[in-house]
């Protein structure tokens, strides 16, 4: 049976591929939220390091079609379907939602066509979370294209670019409890595991 995923050296080739349609910094925090989901996944017993990484490495692939807001999501999801990844194409959409029933809660609005949106809002409610999509979640706020960040640095970015959002709090309350989830697998702080995380301060 095919995978959902493509192999590391397919995904980097993407990447790469990506990255010369659309340059930016989002390269190098994809590489950034990957070896995060890599480094944790490798001390969770129930997850895949390769998997994880790859799954990180391409969460933000729909950034390819350029400079866009969070249509980059559905952009992603049609990318990684058109290429048999759908395990792809459901990070990335998932990685964007702390609350799948309150889509509007902590994301920036929706740049893209109405009908993407409703079946953005219909897909994530769905199915069901797995640790994957939580994983390439938190590690999307501790990747930052400088390398590896604390939390509170990187949502802090983020709330300086697009500014505040309803249910920002409760997203960043919840941020910090995956955090602690995750810790209960890899019995250590997960910045640990993150290295360089404190020159970035």
């Given at each position: 049976?095919?995978?959902?995923?493509?192999?590391?050296?397919?995904?980097?080739?993407?990447?790469?591929?990506?990255?010369?349609?659309n340059p930016g910094?989002?390269?190098?925090?994809?590489?950034?939220?990957?070896?995060?989901?890599?480094?944790?996944?490798?001390?969770?017993?129930?997850?895949?390091?390769?998997?994880?990484?790859?799954?990180?490495?391409?969460?933000?692939?729909?950034?390819?079609?350029?400079?866009?807001?969070?249509?980059?999501?559905?952009?992603?999801?049609?990318?990684?379907?058109?290429?048999?990844?759908?395990?792809?194409?459901?990070?990335?959409?998932?990685?964007?939602?702390?609350?799948?029933?309150?889509?509007?809660?902590?994301?920036?609005?929706?740049?893209?066509?109405?009908?993407?949106?409703?079946?953005?809002?219909?897909?994530?409610?769905?199915?069901?979370?797995?640790?994957?999509?939580?994983?390439?979640?938190?590690?999307?706020?501790?990747?930052?294209?400088?390398?590896?960040?604390?939390?509170?640095?990187?949502?802090?970015?983020?709330a300086l670019r697009?500014?505040?959002?309803?249910?920002?709090?409760?997203?960043?309350?919840?941020?910090?409890?995956?955090?602690?989830?995750?810790?209960?697998?890899?019995?250590?702080?997960?910045?640990?595991?993150?290295?360089?995380?404190?020159?970035?301060?």
């Amino acid at each position: 049976m095919q995978r959902g995923y493509p192999d590391r050296a397919t995904a980097e080739a993407e990447l790469k591929k990506a990255g010369e349609l659309n340059p930016g910094k989002w390269i190098d925090h994809s590489y950034s939220v990957a070896r995060a989901c890599e480094n944790i996944a490798a001390r969770c017993p129930h997850l895949d390091s390769e998997k994880a990484f790859v799954l990180g490495l391409l969460h933000d692939i729909g950034r390819r079609i350029g400079v866009v807001g969070q249509k980059h999501i559905y952009a992603g999801y049609d990318y990684a379907l058109s290429q048999g990844w759908h395990e792809v194409a459901r990070v990335s959409l998932s990685h964007s939602f702390y609350f799948p029933d309150k889509p509007d809660w902590g994301t920036s609005p929706y740049d893209g066509a109405p009908e993407e949106w409703a079946f953005i809002k219909k897909y994530i409610t769905s199915f069901e979370f797995d640790d994957y999509d939580r994983l390439v979640r938190l590690a999307d706020a501790l990747g930052c294209a400088e390398g590896f960040c604390i939390i509170e640095k990187r949502v802090v970015d983020v709330a300086l670019r697009y500014g505040e959002m309803p249910g920002m709090i409760e997203k960043w309350r919840k941020m910090f409890a995956e955090k602690q989830y995750f810790e209960t697998y890899t019995y250590c702080n997960l910045y640990d595991l993150l290295p360089g995380i404190k020159e970035n301060l």
